[in-house]
Nanobody, 125 residues
Framework: QVQLVESGGGLVQPGGSLRLSCAASGFTLDYYAIGWFRQAPGKEREGVSCISFSDGSTYYAGSVKGRFTISRDNAKNTVYLQMNSLKPEDTAVYYC??????????????????WGQGTQVTVSS
């Protein structure tokens, strides 16, 4: 049973930074990918970033490329999302999730499950 727990959200001013954490239990990160997704009020959940553990490939949505960085710490079974140069439009609940199977679309929420409870990120002055 995969369990994912997000943390690290909060209130930050535009231009600021936050680092989100996704702690995994019930499986090792060697066998799966982890994706970060977000959902703003009134909007659909969207893919933000994903890291593959088979080859270390990383994927980013165009809106965050160059500002966000995904990484993993195998020893801690944790995936991080470093978010820099935050904008008000980054405000959302951020979730991490694992793909259902080895073949998946990296930024497609429909291909992921085992969702965490989410962590709120608010970017506002």
């Amino acid at each position: 049973q995969v369990q994912l727990v997000e943390s690290g959200g909060g209130l930050v001013q535009p231009g600021g930074s936050l680092r989100l954490s996704c702690a995994a239990s019930g499986f090792t990160l060697d066998y799966y990918a982890i994706g970060w997704f977000r959902q703003a009020p009134g909007k659909e959940r969207e893919g933000v970033s994903c890291i593959s553990f088979s080859d270390g490939s990383t994927y980013y949505a165009g809106s965050v490329k160059g500002r966000f960085t995904i990484s993993r710490d195998n020893a801690k079974n944790t995936v991080y999302l470093q978010m820099n140069s935050l904008k008000p439009e980054d405000t959302a609940v951020y979730y991490c999730a694992a793909p259902f199977e080895i073949w998946y679309r990296p930024l497609a929420p429909a291909d992921f499950g085992s969702w965490g409870q989410g962590t709120q990120v608010t970017v506002s002055s």
